[in-house]
């Protein structure tokens, strides 16, 4: 009997899950289940290996990833899911680059994040803070590995359309997911919310153990479906980013994080500004929402969670402090840094002044910058790898999406990622997560793609 494709691929997609989950179960017991089972695995994984077409193993990762990337927490038999159903993938994603690579020959853009991950290694080896390679793998590793699968493998044309797809779904479920824990109180966990003592609220996290890095992908997958609306996205993708737009604005406010609602905000209203056609519409609900806000303010104000959360300003000030101390220890080692992973610990030696603020109180925070603390720990030269890459491939596509053409809305649509997901950068550290790690790398994959598409093909 032969089954369709489509069905084959989806149970060739997610039998490496199910296998994970069984693979948990045998952890946990030991014995000659656990190596019954592990061969099994590994049997499966080449068969997935020499069967799947990679780009739908692909697609399945990502879908689950939001899920599954914790890869920093817990144990046993949640670690091995973890471990199989979201670490091993990209080690299947280096070898399908290596094997169905494309014809387009790499160039030294293309060389400088292998070069960064180099540069971190390097620098996590000679550095007196011990890090895991485990670490390194996730929150670097995985994502230059993303770029260079969504860069250089080959695939079909309309795959940067169905991880836009998967990017909306994923963002729904768990943008959903919250918001009926929330107005049910079934089903809520601690690992999904943080309590804020002071506000006397809880702040969503979903399946990413922090608000601030929910919010990043919360906002990310909005501001992708607001260009997909605005900027004449795939017909079959605009329904659910209407869906998309409805759920995570409630979802971000939970998150009760102000980053992630301003980066969200922001790029939002620059997706709908350059658009010529909603920029009228755009300032007019702009001035509505002002004058509403200042009419209301003094009921807005005057709330707890306001005062205990929107206008704190301790936590604001704690963290000007350490960015300033951040440039301070950058300044004594520029070139190369102190060492992958020593943030923490050279910032408490040092014997910068705290200011007006306790000094106990402020070694207790550790950086809200990610650029700061990749530039302390790696110097300027592990900066500077991060983000040139970065920089050109997106001045290239915002050059190409201001020429207008097919690709416009989603050249528009992972600028916005960038763009969200920076704000966000600077105001915590992304050093302890993984798949929001990775969304960067994701876009800038993508942009890279469709760059070398343009190249390639005929004027």
């Not at 300003?313 to 440039?327: C, E, G, P």
Request: hydrophobic fraction near 55%; proline fraction near 5%; include cysteine.
């Amino acid at each position: 009997m032969r089954y369709p494709y489509r069905l084959q691929t989806l149970l060739l997609s997610v039998a490496p899950v199910v296998l994970a989950m069984v693979t948990a179960v045998a952890v946990v017991r030991g014995g000659t289940i656990l190596l019954a089972v592990s061969a099994l695995a590994a049997a499966s994984i080449a068969i997935v290996w020499l069967t799947l077409r990679p780009q739908d193993l692909f697609l399945v990762w990502l879908a689950a990833a939001p899920f599954v990337q914790s890869t920093l927490h817990g144990s046993g038999g949640g670690h091995a899911l973890r471990v199989l159903a979201y670490s091993a993938p990209p080690l299947l994603f280096v070898l399908w680059t290596i094997v169905h690579a494309r014809s387009a020959r790499p160039t030294l853009v293309d060389i400088l994040p292998a070069l960064y991950f180099v540069v971190v290694v390097i620098s996590a080896s000679l550095s007196p803070t011990s890090t895991s390679p485990t670490q390194l793998y996730s929150i670097v590793g995985v994502g230059i590995v993303v770029y260079y699968f969504c860069a250089f493998t080959s695939f079909a044309e309309d795959v940067p359309v169905k991880i836009a797809a998967v990017l909306l779904a994923a963002g729904c479920v768990v943008a959903t997911w919250v918001i009926v824990e929330r107005a049910t109180g079934i089903g809520a966990s601690a690992s999904r919310y943080q309590l804020d003592i002071a506000a006397s609220a809880e702040r969503a996290a979903g399946t990413f153990g922090n608000p601030a890095v929910f919010g990043t992908f919360l906002g990310a997958v909005f501001a992708l479906a607001l260009t997909i609306l605005v900027w004449n996205g795939p017909a079959r993708l605009r329904r659910l980013s209407m869906l998309v737009l409805i759920v995570t604005a409630p979802a971000l406010f939970l998150t009760l994080t102000r980053a992630p609602l301003i980066a969200a905000a922001s790029v939002g209203l620059l997706v709908l500004v350059t658009r010529s056609r909603t920029r009228w519409i755009s300032m007019l609900s702009i001035g509505l929402a002002v004058t509403v806000a200042v009419v209301a303010w003094g009921a807005i104000s005057s709330t707890h969670l306001y005062k205990t959360r929107f206008s704190n300003t301790t936590n604001v000030q704690a963290r000007v402090v350490i960015d300033d101390w951040s440039l301070k220890l950058a300044a004594k080692k520029p070139a190369l840094g102190w060492g992958y992973g020593s943030f923490d610990r050279v910032k408490n030696a040092s014997n910068f002044s705290a200011g007006p603020l306790n000094r106990a109180n402020l070694l207790q925070y550790t950086s809200h910058n990610t650029f700061l603390t990749i530039l302390v720990e790696t110097g300027a030269l592990g900066l500077g790898l991060l983000i040139a890459p970065w920089l050109v491939i997106a001045r290239r596509s915002l050059h190409a999406a201001i020429r207008g053409g097919p690709d416009q809305w989603i050249l528009v649509g992972l600028l916005a990622i960038l763009g969200v997901w920076i704000v966000n950068a600077g105001t915590f550290d992304m050093r302890f997560f993984s798949f929001v790690a990775a969304l960067p790398w994701l876009a800038v994959g993508l942009m890279r793609r469709l760059d070398l598409d343009r190249q390639t093909t005929p004027a």
